[in-house]
């Protein structure tokens, strides 16, 4: 696979990082074509940025977005500093990208898959939300997870547990991976993760809500402003139920009623995750989401993942339909089977 | 050098975090490490589906008889963003496909690569198959 031409991210990085050791973000394009110029996202006025309003006066984020970034959740190990210089960050993104392109060893697991590059899929070959973090995680201050509780513990062996009692991951479709299964997928969230490839989404504001649709795998989450009471506890989705409100120009989102069936990072069904939307350049805006789950960790975490402006529309993702992988993996495993209960009686013959 | 350790360690993080979010299904589930295998034909059909479109290639045997092999590729949204159509790759269009056997045992594929008459990899993000291919 050819190198990607990565070079422009350099100068994006250090253009706004000597304007402020604060959030950076931007849209690279697609690496074939001449990257996007730097930086329009802070422009060196020192005025504070005034989002455009909705006809109803709400500020307006409407668009197309993407949250692929190269900064891991968590700070890597050996890091201690909370910003890359520009130049370290350059290189990093750099290197995971010539990693990400290159052919895998023939004759190893990791051989057996498509080439992302192939297929566009590389995070160097779309858009992307550059910044010189070195973790998404901004608290705890060393930018990692808090770590999980005693009753976070109990409640992973139960689930790994509740698993091991259900049989082999390939002996039924309900064993498989929701995701696999397309249920749902990271990107969903709530929080709004990286999805890793196809990470889209799209904004919609009407009078008293705001919705966002997330390309992979399709779910839409409508929001209401109207301070509502949050429904009962009974009532529960994947997504969680949201609620809106404004604190001037930052939309807060507040999700509980999780079902728990997809938890976020070990989390319990009574995940709290507090959500800030603000735009702070026409071509971005600043995602912060606070997580509280008492059962889970001793304390709140937060992470800030800026979404950048990125080319709409969000394509259809119907994964369910054409799966394929699903009926190939079981009958796999089931001619495994057949083989090897076939050498057993060879053998015992 | 301190930053240089600094930027390797970062970069191994990244890694980490790359390959738990972007594989939608365990492909070695689904195919056999063990059974490499390279195979010749012609497109008759390209299925941009989701999760992972699906190539159908008529491949010539030994024997003269052609037989029909699916063969699995990625997600085709980003290629549409692109402007990759199903026109894009031609129905015709030789191939020869490097991948791994459906553990099924039938004629099912993972395309690792999908190569050109001229040795260059097909990259469909580019105007394919003449457009920006990929070199070896």
């Known amino acids: ?218 779910d839409a989450r409508i929001i209401p402003l109207d301070n509502r009471a949050q429904a009962s506890q009974g009532v529960r989705q994947w997504t969680g139920l949201s609620r809106g409100r404004w604190e001037g120009n930052t939309l807060v989102v507040e999700t509980t009623n999780f079902n728990g069936k997809n938890p976020f990072r070990g989390a319990s069904e009574n995940l709290k995750v507090t959500e800030r939307f603000t735009r702070t350049a026409d071509d971005m805006i600043d995602y912060k989401f606070t997580v509280e789950d008492p059962a889970t960790w001793d304390r709140a975490w937060t992470a800030e993942a800026p979404l950048a402006k990125t080319d709409g529309p969000i394509f259809e993702f119907a994964c369910h339909e054409t799966n394929y992988g699903i009926p190939n993996i079981l009958a796999g495993a089931r001619a495994e089977e057949k083989a090897k209960a076939e050498q057993a009686k060879k053998g015992s013959n | 050098m301190r930053a240089k350790l600094v930027v390797v360690i970062a970069c191994a993080a990244v890694l980490l975090a790359v390959g738990q979010v972007r594989a939608h299904h365990a492909f070695a589930a689904e195919f056999d490490v063990n059974k490499p295998l390279t195979l010749k034909g012609s497109l008759i059909k390209w299925e941009m589906v989701n999760p992972h479109s699906w190539f159908h290639v008529a491949v010539k045997e030994p024997d003269g008889k052609v037989t029909e092999w699916l063969i699995e590729g990625g997600s085709p949204n980003q290629l549409i963003r692109m402007g990759v159509t199903k026109n894009t790759v031609p129905i015709g269009t030789e191939l020869t496909i490097e991948g791994y056997r459906a553990k099924d045992g039938g004629l099912k594929a993972v395309g690792r690569n999908f190569v050109l008459p001229d040795g260059s990899r097909l990259f469909l993000g580019g105007s394919a198959p003449g457009g920006t291919p990929d070199k070896k």
């Not at chain 1, 010189?132 to 547990?161: C, E, F, H, W, Y």
């Not at chain 1, 990286?194 to 919705?211: E, F, K, L, S, T």
């Open chain 1, 1 to 218: 696979m050819n190198r990607r031409s990565l070079v422009s991210i350099g100068a994006l990085v250090l253009g706004v990082g000597v304007l402020s050791a604060s959030l950076v973000a931007q849209q690279v394009a697609t690496p074939l074509a001449k990257p996007a110029p730097a930086a329009k996202a802070a422009a060196p006025t020192g005025k504070p940025y005034t989002p455009p309003t909705t006809p109803d006066g709400q500020p307006d984020l409407q668009g197309f977005w993407t949250n692929s970034t190269y900064v891991p959740l968590e700070r890597p190990q050996g890091v201690t500093k909370e910003y890359y210089t520009p130049a370290e960050a350059e290189a990093a993104i750099n290197a995971a990208a010539d990693r990400e392109a290159e052919q895998t060893e023939p004759g190893t697991t990791a051989d057996v898959h498509y080439d992302f590059s192939q297929f566009g899929l590389d995070r160097s070959q779309s858009k992307f939300a550059a910044s010189l973090r070195t973790s998404l995680i901004i608290d705890p201050p060393d930018g990692k997870m808090p770590p999980v509780n005693a009753q976070g513990q109990k409640r992973a062996a139960d689930r790994a547990a509740a698993r091991k009692q259900a049989g082999g991951q390939y002996d039924s479709v309900q064993n498989m991976p929701i995701g696999s299964r397309c249920i749902i997928m990271g990107g969903s969230g709530p929080p709004m993760m990286n999805a890793g490839y196809n990470a889209n989404y799209q904004i919609v504001q009407a009078p008293g809500y705001v919705m966002i649709l997330t390309e992979m795998i399709h």
